[in-house]
């Protein structure tokens, strides 16, 4: 079994996009949601939280409550599903973040290709006592690129209650973070037509 779940936030109205369906918009090809859920393809279990969409195969779907209730009321509809001791949770508008699924995984001690060098999963619930690793783009932290130890997660989610509406920065409160560098833009996502434009356009490595 791989050390790592993933979800992935597939809802929300876009309205800098018109209302379109974002995850749907297609960046070299393919959809937004593709390029995400291709970057987590090692994960042992994927789930996207949002409309279902067809095409996807091999992920599990869920719907935060009630639509619409912002991302911290889709991570609590998303838990429940997942079982690995790290949970990535990532936003479906990011193309290039495939480059920084090994930092973020390697910052709590989980590699992605599940080689000896970063043990067992035992090994990871015993490892380096960070809760969460958050990846810094532009100086800016993203929430929606993230790792976290599973049972931190759900313990987070659980003390703030009622999860609708609620700012996914308060589920770091008093939580013991890293922050992983974004060398090369991997975490910069699609909000607007110019945004979309600017990913058709470039290429990270």
């Avoid at 719907?63 to 949970?87: C, D, F, H, K, Y």
């Avoid at 690793?133 to 989610?157: F, K, M, P, S």
Wanted: aromatic residues 4%.
């Amino acid at each position: 079994m791989s050390e790592f779940d993933a979800i992935v936030l597939a809802g929300g109205a876009a309205r800098r996009l018109d209302g379109a369906d974002k995850p749907m918009q297609e960046v070299g090809g393919r959809p937004l949601l593709a390029h995400v859920l291709d970057a987590v393809a090692a994960a042992h279990t994927r789930v996207v939280v949002g409309p279902s969409r067809p095409g996807f195969d091999d992920v599990v779907w869920a719907r935060e409550q009630p639509p619409g209730s912002g991302p911290v009321a889709a991570i609590a509809a998303a838990l429940p599903l997942t079982s690995a001791p790290v949970v990535l949770v990532l936003a479906a508008d990011l193309p290039h973040i495939a480059g920084a699924i090994t930092p973020l995984l390697n910052a709590l001690g989980v590699d992605p290709l599940g080689t000896a060098a970063f043990g067992s999963s035992a090994d990871v619930e015993k490892g380096p006592q960070v809760d969460a690793a958050v990846l810094e783009t532009q100086g800016h932290l993203n929430y929606l690129a993230a790792a976290w130890r599973r049972d931190t997660l759900a313990a987070a989610v659980a003390a703030l209650g009622e999860p609708a509406g609620a700012p996914v920065r308060s589920l770091l409160a008093r939580r013991r973070t890293i922050v992983v560098d974004d060398r090369a833009g991997w975490g910069v996502d699609v909000d607007t037509w110019e945004d979309l434009d600017s990913a058709r356009g470039e290429q990270h490595e």
